[in-house]
């Protein structure tokens, strides 16, 4: 149902759905059940969002601390955009590294991403929509992120448009992460 493919961060898959396309256009599935309780990966999912963005927006990088973390599955349903996931468990070999995926709606994948880690991406096309399914309910108290240019991204744009509370998150270096494998 799945191409999985795994990263160098533990936890963290791009998952490649079948597309069924006609002259009609396209159909996809991009959640089943059955197929991640199998794969070992989350299934309750208790809200979904999208977030429009003009080209060179970048979000992020975002996260939720405990109690309320959140494994979260996000995808693009038009346009491109560059994703990233950083890793904040702090016994992970894998710590304060990221990694990045192209996500479009011409190729229909998705990442997976597990608790204890950042999100963001930077929108490529002139307008690109992403949807996020995640497994805790938003939380305020608990609504956090780490400044977007602490990680050493190559962001694939200069002329970015960033919201100042973005750019007020701390850099990583300061940040006293909670989560561990």
Partial sequence: MFDIKTCKIQG??????KVFADNR????????????????LETHFVEEYYSISNKNVIRGLHFQLPPM?????????????MDVVVDLRIDSPTYGQHVTFELSS?????IYIPKGMAHGFCALSENAIMVYKVSTVYSPDQDAGISWDS???????????ISDRDKSFEPLENFKSPFSL
């Avoid at 973390?69 to 955009?81: I, L, S, T």
Wanted: net charge neutral; proline share 4%.
């Fill in 69 to 81: 973390d959140h494994v979260k599955m996000v995808y693009c349903v038009q346009g491109e955009v």
């Fill in 106 to 110: 011409t190729k229909a994948n998705s």
């Fill in 151 to 161: 990680v050493d991204i190559k962001w694939p744009t200069k002329d970015i448009c």
């Fill in 25 to 40: 256009g396209k159909f996809v599935k991009v959640f089943h059940e059955q197929a991640f309780a199998n794969l070992g």
């Fill in 12 to 17: 963290c898959l791009e998952l490649q759905p």
